[in-house]
């Protein structure tokens, strides 16, 4: 069964630094781009960053760009997100996702399945 | 930055076919793709590639885009499909989500 696994999140006070961690079990890990999405509370899904198959290659959403770092352990099948400098309005279920490509004519499909059960980040004093 | 947009919310009544319609500029020149999460639940990818359905899916939900819009049809509405709807599609290496519509089945 393919299955991603996360762990860490809580709270932290504005200004503290989390990781997430995301374990994958199921399928090649290494094969896959990977992504991690956010949910405010109440609010709608936002992309939050991605990483290339050996970790080479990452984005980030500009909100989080400088402030989160997105790495992996393929020998592990472990994804992480760092979050630095959190903010109130960080606070959010972090989900990761795996992304599954395929090449469709000159261009790909690629879409989010499967999706971690979630990680609550909560950013208080 | 490339922005879609949905319908905040509509009702359906059991049996009933609904859609929900997801726009963006030229969308149909992209995949689209649509997430159901239920309330406490992650999302769950039910089409992809604009209008295919993954295993384990029900073949009462499809989709379409054309021009602007992509559209996810619900056939035979039932209370297990009340839940929020997000339509994704890529701009560049970006993810971008709908804002989201709830469907509730009354």
């Known amino acids: 069964e393919v299955q991603l696994v996360q762990s860490g999140g809580g709270l932290v006070q504005p200004g503290g630094s989390l990781r997430l961690s995301c374990e994958a079990s199921?399928?090649?890990?290494?094969?896959?781009?990977m992504h991690w999405v956010r949910q405010g509370p109440g609010k709608g899904l936002v992309w939050v960053a991605h990483?290339?198959?050996?970790?080479?290659?990452?984005d980030y959403a500009a909100s989080m760009r400088g402030r989160f770092t997105i790495s992996r352990d393929n020998a592990r099948n472990i994804l992480y997100l760092q979050m630095n400098s959190l903010r109130v309005d960080d606070t959010a279920v972090y989900y990761c996702?795996?992304?599954?490509?395929?090449?469709?004519?000159?261009?790909?499909?690629?879409?989010?399945?499967?999706w971690g059960q979630g990680s609550l980040v909560t950013v208080s004093a | 930055s490339y922005e879609l947009t949905q319908t905040p919310s509509l009702s359906v009544s059991p049996g009933q076919t609904t859609s929900i319609s997801c726009s963006g500029d030229k969308l149909g020149d992209k995949f689209s793709y649509w997430y159901q999460q239920k309330p406490g639940q992650s999302p769950v990818l039910i089409i992809y590639q604009d209008n295919r359905r993954p295993s384990g899916i029900s073949e009462r939900f499809s989709g379409s885009n054309s021009g602007n819009t992509a559209t996810l049809t619900i056939s035979g509405t039932q209370a297990m499909d009340e839940a929020d709807y997000y339509c994704q599609a890529w701009d560049s290496s970006t993810a971008v989500f709908g804002p989201g519509t709830k469907v509730t089945v009354l």
């Open positions: 199921g399928f090649t890990f290494s094969g896959h781009w």
């Open positions: 990483i290339n198959f050996d970790g080479s290659s990452t």
């Open positions: 996702v795996r992304d599954v490509g395929v090449p469709v004519a000159d261009r790909w499909a690629k879409w989010f399945d499967p």
